[in-house]
């Protein structure tokens, strides 16, 4: 992989990794639990940052819209955390598309709420930044699921 692209091909549902590129060499690493995924990861900080943002002002007090955008932060990694304990890159790839709704959704209520005044520009860009990183390590090993030749601890004996 050339100019700093992330490649990886999973080998197995603890997810090893053959090789790992950011364009300064290759490593091998095996995933064994949700919370190693960096998709996971920035889903998390992004759900904290949206209840930081939704807890003060008049974002507070549009109950509506604070709710729904908590909910749907919250989706993200926890259907990421669902799927990849389901054991099986069929259900994970479903979840992983849910999640990748769900940041969606999140980007689209930011829309809203900076439109109606309760972010401010600084704050609407970081957040905005963050859901579409998330979307995009979702998509990334969604693509590598998908190309994997292994159907998941299910289906194999680790």
């Known amino acids: 992989m050339g100019n700093g692209s ?49 807890g003060s002002g008049n974002f507070a007090k549009d109950f509506s819209l604070k709710d729904q955008i908590r909910r749907a932060a919250v989706s993200i990694g926890s259907n990421i955390a669902e799927g990849f304990d389901r054991g099986n890159n069929k259900e994970f790839l479903t979840f992983l598309g849910v999640a990748k709704g769900s940041a969606a959704e999140v980007r689209s209520q930011l829309y809203t709420a900076y439109d109606v005044g309760y972010l401010q520009e600084e704050e609407f860009k970081e957040l905005i930044s963050q859901a579409e990183e998330v979307s995009m390590l979702i998509n990334g090993l969604s693509s590598s699921l998908r190309k994997s030749d292994i159907q998941g601890r299910r289906y194999h004996k680790l």
Do not use: H
């Not at 997810?15 to 639990?33: A, P």
């Open 6 to 54: 992330l490649g990886f091909r999973v080998v197995s549902l603890e997810f090893r990794v053959v090789s790992l590129e950011f364009g300064v060499g290759s490593f091998v690493t095996t995933i064994k639990k949700f919370e190693e995924l960096i998709a996971w990861q920035k889903a998390r900080k992004l759900s904290a940052d949206v209840y930081v943002v939704t």
